[in-house]
């Protein structure tokens, strides 16, 4: 049923639920994963020298790098044989989110209540709020 899912992911506790269940629904219909992070340029609008965005921006991407790397380890470590292809994007995370999945035609947005960098309204988080008021895809919300 869900052939394409998109996780997208901060390395929280949140999003690693989050990619634990759609690396489950993924392996039991045979899909793939598209594991999404995105690095927030608004918090970037302040700082005028532009070495120090460059070296923010860089230390952004290694972190999610690697969180994109813990959904592929969690996948090896399960034996699941799922695709998992990485992007990295820049801009506002719940646009971005919107966007790669109309792009990647998924089937599904698998993500956490709240991330790490955000500060809880109430039980979901103002990026997953975003994501499911304006998605034209199914969005699952993990708590």
């Known amino acids: 049923m869900y052939k394409k899912i998109l996780i997208p992911t901060d390395g929280s506790k949140q999003a690693l639920k989050a990619a634990k269940h ?9 899909g793939e994963i598209i594991a999404l992070h995105v690095i927030e340029t608004s918090s970037f609008s302040n700082i005028r020298a ?11 991407k290694d972190e999610g790098d690697q969180a994109i790397h813990e959904i592929i380890q969690i996948s090896q470590k399960n034996d699941l044989n799922t695709k998992i ?20 035609s998924v089937d599904l947005i698998v993500m956490g209540t709240s991330g790490k960098h955000g500060i809880d309204r109430f039980l979901i988080g103002s990026v997953a709020e975003k994501v499911v008021r304006n998605s034209t895809k199914p969005v699952l919300v993990v708590h």
């Open 22 to 30: 759609s690396l489950w629904l993924s392996d039991k219909s045979h």
């Open 50 to 60: 532009r070495e120090l965005k460059h070296e923010m921006k860089d230390m952004l």
């Open 85 to 104: 292809m990485s992007r990295v994007e820049e801009g506002s995370a719940a646009d971005k989110i919107l966007d790669v999945a109309d792009e990647e």
